[in-house]
């Protein structure tokens, strides 16, 4: 492993603990070779399971993954219907996958969004992998930073009738309170934005904008990312010594 790091110019000390992706560009890639794009959809998946895979390789202990935004609920009902097969189709064929992996599920998002068997197959995965503690996998679905913040503060409300709300109880309250913070942000697809994803999370994250879309995203790609956290230096507002 050091070997293969040294060959890649990787450091092994330092790597980060936590990166989220926004998977983006699926559309993009089906409609260059002129297919519908549930076909770049489908393909997207491919790439996830590379992501999981490098992220074992290289031990990364938790993952997140943007799969579906609470503004896409805005898209041609024909893509949302197609999307919400394909995430079904997805935890029925790679379950036994992940539960021999020892991967742990999360869902961040409010899935109520999904119809009832979706909703109780989610429910199922994240039951049964409760205690595992391999790869932290977590999966954003119906997910957007600005409604996970003012879910986050409600919840907070209703625990305690404090007259202010502090910075500690927001984050107690957020889909990731279970989480570390997040190391590296990767968005492919070639936008400089983050279209709503982790807004409160990504406050001092390394932002990494891939130009290649996410179903040809490869472990160049990956690499190259994790290069250029390594490249960086992390202040967190102080100064270095
Ligand atoms: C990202 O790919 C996946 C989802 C939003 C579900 P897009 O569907 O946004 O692909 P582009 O950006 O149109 O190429
Ligand atoms: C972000 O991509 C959402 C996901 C990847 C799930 P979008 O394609 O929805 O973002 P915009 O519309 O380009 O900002
Ligand atoms: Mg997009």
């Not at 899935?111 to 429910?123: A, R, T, V, W, Y």
């Not at 199922?124 to 595992?132: A, C, M």
């Not at 930073?145 to 209703?158: P, Q, T």
């Amino acid at each position: 492993m050091l070997n293969l790091f040294k060959k890649l110019s990787l450091r092994p000390d330092n790597f980060p603990k936590h990166i989220a992706v926004i998977m983006d560009g699926n559309g993009r890639w089906a409609q260059k070779r002129q297919l519908p794009r549930s076909l770049g959809h489908a393909k997207g998946l491919d790439s996830v399971q590379k992501i999981i895979q490098y992220a074992h390789e290289f031990k990364i202990q938790c993952l997140t993954l943007y799969a579906f935004s609470t503004e896409n609920s805005g898209r041609p009902k024909k893509e949302i219907s197609d999307l919400t097969i394909l995430f079904d189709k997805t935890i029925t064929e790679e379950s036994e996958k992940i539960f021999a992996n020892n991967i742990k599920i999360t869902i961040l998002g409010d899935i109520s969004f999904f119809p009832d068997n979706l909703q109780k197959k989610i429910q199922d995965l994240l039951t049964k992998t409760k205690k595992n503690n391999g790869l932290s996998l977590n999966i954003a679905l119906n997910y957007g930073g600005r409604s996970e913040i003012v879910r986050s503060v409600n919840k907070a409300l209703s625990k305690k009738k404090l007259p202010k709300i502090t910075e500690k109880d927001i984050e107690r309250n957020l889909d990731t309170k279970d989480l570390p913070g997040v190391d590296l942000l990767i968005r492919t697809g070639g936008e400089k934005r983050l279209s709503n994803f982790l807004i409160w999370q990504l406050a001092y994250s390394e932002l990494y904008f891939e130009k290649c879309l996410w179903p040809d995203f490869n472990k160049n790609n990956f690499i190259n990312a994790l290069l250029f956290y390594q490249s960086r230096n992390r202040r967190f507002g102080k100064l270095n010594n």
